[in-house]
């Protein structure tokens, strides 16, 4: 049973860039979360999508962007690259149970955005 | 705005020590989860603990949630080569679907 898959693994992008990150759900998973992970710090909440929408938000700008599809898979956007958003980004899945405390996440491998 | 401190943010034992990681915070959570992270992986989920005062056990891991429910901890006894890696605290809160991460304690047990 594969679990979460993300793509792709590594990348690297010059500041102004766009780019566009992709997370399969683990099999039976209706909910994706993404991730922010600075080198050393705990992951930051960018999103959650539920049902294709945007369910909540976490503190960043428009710049970062999402969609889910009907099949459950999940993209994140960023546009307009800054040095700052050099991280891993994680994507994360789970079956709706409604609030956090509730959900048991699924951690994809991450995907680690290089901006120059 | 909630905040989930831990500490140490490095700890590195020898094998077959014991160690604990602590988890604060001034805010009451629902449930707070532990979880590891290796290099070039995502986090993994060791546990949940919901109940104020609740202990959990796996294996040589002990989890505490403070009886506020305000703060955790993980103890390790006779800690391994393999329990090396980032350990992350995450507290949830009711009408919430967001996590609130800690920075993380990255453990290092040398052999």
């Known amino acids: 049973d594969a679990g979460v898959t993300q793509s792709p693994t590594h990348l690297i992008k010059t500041r102004g860039q766009q780019v566009t990150l992709r997370c399969s759900p683990k099999s039976g998973h209706d909910t994706v979360s993404w991730y922010q992970q600075a080198l050393g710090q705990g992951p930051q909440f960018i999103f959650q999508y539920y049902e294709e929408e945007e369910r909540q938000r976490g503190n960043f700008p428009d710049r970062f962007s999402g969609h889910q599809f009907p099949n459950y898979s999940s993209e994140l956007n960023v546009n307009a690259l800054l040095l700052g958003d050099s991280a891993l980004y994680l994507c994360?899945?789970?079956?709706?149970?409604?609030?956090?405390?509730?959900?048991?996440?699924?951690f994809g491998a991450g995907s680690r955005l290089t901006v120059l | 705005t909630q905040l989930l401190e831990q500490s140490p943010q490095f700890l590195s034992i020898q094998e077959g020590e014991n160690l604990t990681v602590y988890c604060n915070s001034s805010s009451v959570f629902s449930s707070l989860q532990w979880y590891r992270q290796e290099p070039g992986e995502g986090p993994v989920l060791l546990v949940t603990?919901?109940?104020g005062g609740e202990v959990k056990k796996l294996k040589r891991l002990t989890f505490q949630f403070g009886d506020a429910r305000k703060d955790s901890s993980l103890h390790i006894t006779a800690a391994q080569t393999g329990d090396t890696g980032l350990y992350l605290c995450?507290?949830?809160?009711?009408?919430?679907?967001?996590?609130?991460w800690g920075a993380g304690t990255k453990l290092i047990i040398k052999p």
């Open positions: 995450a507290g949830a809160v009711d009408s919430n679907y967001q996590l609130i």
């Open positions: 994360a899945s789970s079956f709706n149970r409604f609030t956090a405390g509730a959900n048991v996440l699924t």
């Open positions: 603990v919901v109940t």
